[in-house]
């Protein structure tokens, strides 16, 4: 049978599996530390026992800052079982339609089911902190071997932040003075006087992007802006003193914004916005770049990171910006003195104000609509 061949160098392929404890979770998140993938066809096969009992034997390498272990199981007996998870460390995942296995090499798309299940090539594979594969490892004659081989490079492996031998910058722009402090203080007091509401974050579920609040992945409260005239100033300074830095990188044209906001993460209220990316539903697709525009400084904590690129974190001068593909992923540390006031716009063009107003019918409720001709919305970020 013909298997897809992945090798060290390649990038991993996302999925998106249900867990013993969540219907559905995206590997791409998991990004920040090693990881070790486990396809072991099911847990009641010999192999797979020898190989959970090397990675048990060696239990501290998993501990979800430097490593993580992935199971993964096409065998519907295991969820059955009731296989639990356990944290830190060590996931179970569920592949039972195959589609992981097939993606990375596991399972031939030419294989039929035999006795309801479909037969899968035991392996192992190691990723870096960006996801791209370090090692592969066929579980071969001696399953117990091929787990101790892996494990035995991964305790080898350095601390994340220097898998690459040197330290990598993240793909992002700062930029200083995009807003004035005058500018900013005015933004703030407007925050002030209307006081913050509690914000989600946007999430897929049964093919709509819907609005979810969950307190253990974000605490932020916001203030939308309303004003027009405050809105074509904001406009003016982002066309003049962003849009120009991203057509120099990342040759882009901007023309499009959405989201006029005032953000507050605040120490009393613990806030935090745990890892996520900014484009991964239908309500989101059509987010280009995202712009994180502080309005002071007098905190800490609330520090922009990009785990995939190590441990350094981000924190612009009053009226600076971090700009950055909404295709990175990113958190912002949890608050720890103060208050953090932030300006947080999506940038965007033409074609993907296209994509926005076709997957309108994918919005559930509460997510605006979006009419891309005329962009009712929100304005364009050309002044």
């Known amino acids: 049978m013909m298997y897809r061949m992945l090798a060290p160098g390649d990038p991993a392929p996302w999925v998106q599996l249900p867990t013993p404890t969540c219907p559905a979770v995206r590997l791409d998140k998991a990004a920040g530390r090693y990881v070790v993938l486990c396809f072991l066809a099911s847990t009641h096969d010999t192999g797979a026992r020898a190989a959970l009992r090397e990675v048990a034997a060696r239990r501290a390498l998993f501990d ?3 490593a993580s272990f992935f199971a993964i199981s096409n065998d519907r007996a295991d969820q059955q079982a009731g296989i639990k998870d356990r944290i830190p460390g060590i996931r179970f995942f569920w592949d039972f339609n195959g589609e992981a296995a097939r993606l990375y090499g596991a399972q031939s798309p030419e294989a039929k089911p035999q006795n309801g299940r479909i ?67 005015r ?58 830095e991203i057509k120099k990188v990342h040759q882009f044209d901007v023309t499009r914004m959405e989201r006029y906001l005032v953000a507050c993460y605040s120490a009393e209220d613990g806030g935090h916005f745990k890892t996520h990316r900014d484009n991964t539903t239908k309500g989101t697709a059509h987010r280009r770049f995202a712009v ?60 993907a104000a296209a994509i926005r107003a076709e997957n309108n019918p994918h919005l559930g409720e509460g997510v605006g609509k979006y009419d891309a001709a005329t962009g009712l919305q929100e304005p364009s970020a050309t002044p």
């Not at 990723?127 to 490892?137: T, Y």
């Not at 494990?151 to 992002?172: E, F, S, W």
């Not at 006081?195 to 049964?206: A, D, H, P, Q």
């Not at 974190?313 to 953090?340: D, E, Y």
Request: with cysteine; aromatic share 10%; hydrophobic share 40%.
């Open 119 to 185: 037969e899968v090539r035991q392996i192992w594979y190691v990723l870096d902190p960006m996801l791209r594969i370090l090692k592969v490892v066929p579980f071969g004659d001696d399953p117990a071997a091929s787990a101790k081989e892996t494990l035995d490079y991964v305790a080898a492996l350095p601390p994340p932040g220097q898998h690459a031998g040197l330290d990598i910058p993240p793909p992002v722009i700062v930029l200083p003075s995009v807003f004035e402090p005058t500018f900013c203080e």
């Open 64 to 66: 979800d800052d430097r």
């Open 187 to 244: 933004l703030i007091q407007i925050y002030e006087a209307q006081g913050g509401k509690l914000s989600g974050f946007m999430n897929e579920v049964g093919g709509k992007t819907v609005v979810h609040e969950n307190a253990e992945v974000k605490v932020r409260r916001d203030v939308s802006l309303e004003d027009k005239a405050l809105l074509v100033e904001i406009q003016r300074r982002v066309q003049r003193r962003i849009v120009p």
């Open 292 to 351: 994180s525009i502080n309005l002071n400084a007098d905190f800490d904590g609330g520090e922009i990171a990009f785990p995939e690129y190590g441990p350094r974190t981000f924190k612009p001068p009053i009226g600076g910006a971090v700009v950055f593909s909404c295709s990175l992923l990113h958190a912002v540390t949890k608050m720890t003195r103060g208050r953090r006031y932030a300006f947080l716009p999506f940038l965007y063009d033409e074609a």
